[in-house]
């Protein structure tokens, strides 16, 4: 069982940066693609980024390319989101997620089934 905790979110200005970092407990972090996602109020839990168990894959959805950027550090069991740039549009919920990939170290899942287990989440709110 792989417990995840999210740091970082708050309350920033249009143009302002955030980095959030989730960490992971109780499993082996170097076996799992790690994911952020986000929830907007009224809004489906949608993808922002994911990266592979070695960091060789990265995918970023349209909206966050080039302001946010994914890495991992698994000597550290962590994954870190910063965010740049940031706009009102990215207020949301984050969530970390991780997918078992024990025998793939070129899978950065997609899609919320993907993966297995869920952090908390932490509020991001960027005022305009």
């Known amino acids: 069982q792989v417990q995840l905790v999210e740091f970082g979110g708050g309350l920033v200005q249009a143009g302002g940066s955030l980095r959030l970092s989730c960490a992971a407990s109780?499993?082996?972090?170097?076996?799992?693609?790690m994911g952020w996602f986000r929830q907007a109020p009224g809004k489906e839990r949608e993808f922002v980024a994911a990266v592979s168990r070695d960091s060789g894959v990265i995918f970023y959805t349209s909206s966050v390319r080039g302001r946010f950027s994914i890495s991992r550090d698994n000597a550290k069991n962590t994954v870190y989101l910063q965010m740049n740039s940031l706009a009102p549009d990215d207020t949301a919920v984050y969530y970390c997620?991780?997918?078992?990939?024990?025998?793939?170290?070129?899978?950065?899942?997609?899609?919320?089934?993907?993966?297995?287990?869920w952090g908390q989440g932490t509020q991001v709110t960027v005022s305009s």
């Open positions: 997620a991780a997918a078992n990939s024990p025998w793939r170290n070129d899978w950065a899942p997609l899609k919320r089934d993907d993966y297995d287990y």
């Open positions: 109780g499993g082996t972090f170097s076996t799992y693609a």
